[in-house]
């Protein structure tokens, strides 16, 4: 009983400090709050917003603000997701030599040939960074359905 009460405990902390390092990296960024739009987390900073997609990542995530118009920003970035967001992904893992120029930059390492790694979508091009992957992407579904 002892030992499952340490567990929880430690587990606890493990959760708390992910959740500081989250808030941590969001304030270096420069978030300063975050939007729903569609269904779709938006962090929101005083000059671009970030598509929150995780464990997905994509290309083009970023969007710079105009005109101070926040929610447009939103607008014009998740219609740029629409390829990702209605994707039935089709992984493959990352091998060919071009694909590990982006293996390093994603991991900061490259790993065995045989070890797990980020594995890239054929038809979309998103690339998923963690265990399980993502098995459709998200669908989308007419405003207010």
Sequence with gaps: MEKEDDLREQLEKLARAVLELEQASKRALGIVRTLEY???????????VI???APLAFFH??????????????ARLYDRLTPL????????????????????IVTG???????????????CTAY?????????????DPPNS
């Design 128 to 140: 998923a960074l963690t265990h399980p992957l993502p098995t459709v992407g998200r669908t989308l």
């Design 109 to 123: 390492t490259v790993p065995a040939p045989a070890g797990p790694g980020p594995y890239i979508c054929k038809s």
């Design 38 to 48: 569609e269904g779709i987390t938006f962090n929101v900073s005083r000059s671009f």
């Design 61 to 74: 995530l970023v969007e710079h603000i105009e005109d101070g118009d926040t929610v447009e920003a939103v």
């Design 51 to 53: 598509a929150d997609l």
């Design 85 to 104: 967001l209605s994707c039935r992904h089709d992984w493959t893992p990352l091998r060919r030599a071009d694909d590990e120029q982006i293996r390093v």
